[in-house]
């Protein structure tokens, strides 16, 4: 298995791995996971905007529930489900224990892969056989039946493949505005929208009109460029809570990143992940996009999961 690596921070009864795959699937996407619970969890969490889509698949049958807010009754999945780009957090419940595979997507490029424009899965959670039919029940149950994550990372990944549209082909303008200095999907870590740079610009440099350049990085995307920058900004703000770092002085974290003043930071995590910086409890230091909920008063009741198959 090329590039795998245990992932540091994670509980010490769930065994995780991730794995960076090569082109041309490296190119669509930005890692695969495989953890495996020892015992069922039983908390609940918030799952944090990441401007992603993320694929994950159970490898077992037993399900798992989610809302959208803590007013709405749970829903169930189990086999596997496609969260698409969303825009503000959304809940889960107790996991049950088991192995589970996923695959995150780099921005605009999962289209490639899933064979749906992604704003047609903006704020949705689609499951694997509602997005490829009979088709995704197999993936399902064959993932299943393989028995280490090597297996699992093979087979899955030959499954993208074989789904890919090529050439890999973004909008120049959406790749610029993503990958500088590409025209296409691109593995350049730097990218343009950074807190740094407006929508303005962005939109400028383009050469388009704001109204066109908006509905073309939506398509491709799933996010307007404000949101998409948004919850950058906001998600570089998580990821240094939860490596404990910038706690001790909010005011300067929020100047850093980019807000007014650390009022703007706060009402802004607060409506991207339901919490204030200072109430927000990551699952693990790799886990920013995670927050663990505290107690049951505010939150649904969830079903605590049955032991799952594997």
């Not at 069922?40 to 993320?54: A, F």
């Not at 749970?74 to 695959?103: C, N």
Request: contains cysteine.
């Amino acid at each position: 298995m090329r590039r795998s690596q245990n992932l540091a921070g994670v509980s010490p009864s769930t065994h995780a791995i991730s794995y960076r795959p090569r082109s041309p699937l490296g190119l669509v996407v930005e890692r695969f996971w495989w953890q495996r619970r020892a015992e069922p969890s039983l908390r609940s969490e918030h799952i944090l905007p990441t401007g992603k889509v993320q694929l994950v698949i159970a490898l077992h049958d037993a399900p798992f529930t989610w809302s959208t807010d803590c007013r709405s009754e749970p829903a169930v999945w189990a086999g596997g489900i496609v969260h698409g780009p969303q825009s503000s957090y959304y809940l889960t419940g107790p996991k049950p224990r088991g192995a589970t595979i996923g695959v995150a997507f780099r921005p605009g490029a999962a289209g490639a892969a899933l064979g749906i424009p992604i704003g047609e899965l903006t704020d949705r959670h689609v499951t694997l056989e509602e997005l490829w039919g009979s088709r995704g029940r197999l993936l399902h149950e064959r993932l299943a039946a393989t028995t280490t994550p090597e297996a699992a990372f093979a087979l899955l990944e030959a499954a993208l493949i074989a789904r890919l549209r090529l050439p890999l082909l973004i909008h120049p303008a959406v790749a610029q505005a993503l990958h500088p200095g590409a025209g296409e999907i691109s593995d350049e870590t730097t990218d343009m929208l950074s807190p740094e740079r407006t929508v303005a610009e962005i939109q400028s440099r383009s050469g388009y009109s704001a109204k066109h350049f908006i509905a073309l990085f939506r398509s491709a995307v799933g996010l307007t460029p404000k949101n998409y920058l948004r919850i950058r900004r906001f998600g570089g703000v998580a990821q240094l809570l939860a490596a404990g770092r910038g706690d001790d002085n909010l005011a300067a974290l929020a100047n850093a990143a980019g807000y007014a003043d650390q009022s703007h930071m706060t009402r802004e995590f607060r409506a991207l992940a339901g919490v204030t910086p200072t109430a927000y409890r990551p699952a693990a230091t790799t886990s920013a996009y995670h927050h663990v909920v505290d107690g049951p008063s505010s939150e649904i009741k969830f079903a605590v999961p049955d032991a799952g198959i594997r």
